[in-house]
């Protein structure tokens, strides 16, 4: 059974910093692309960042400079640094494991942390 369990989460004041993990297991971690999404009330979820399975990272541009993903494959666990967080920061963060073999794309999520960026 694939589980993806998100931490880090709260509340922090603007300029503020916050270090989600999300700890995989039920996979082959190291195979997977791991992405973190968000996604703020009333608006569509968003891919944030990403870590390919060799390390190549991306960023979407409202976070590059701020925001840094990583991964230990030996922990089956990917973080996302936030620095310099804003309120329009806020929103529900979900860790995504992504995996392509051939034609067929599988995805796993987990239940999503609530990040709070408020005075």
């Known amino acids: 059974q694939v589980q993806l369990v998100e931490s880090g989460g709260g509340l922090v004041q603007p300029g503020g910093s916050l270090r989600l993990s999300c700890a995989a297991s039920?996979?082959?971690?190291?195979?997977?692309?791991m992405n973190w999404y968000r996604q703020a009330p009333g608006k569509q979820r968003e891919l944030v960042a990403s870590i390919t399975a060799s390390g190549t990272t991306t960023y979407a541009d409202s976070v590059k400079g701020r925001f840094t993903i990583s991964r230990d494959n030996a922990k089956n666990t990917v973080y996302l640094q936030m620095n310099n967080l804003k309120p329009e920061d806020t929103a529900v963060y979900y860790c995504n494991a992504m995996i392509r073999v051939l034609a067929t794309r599988s995805d796993f999520w987990g239940q999503g942390t609530q990040v709070t960026v408020s005075s």
């Open positions: 039920g996979i082959i971690f190291s195979a997977y692309v």
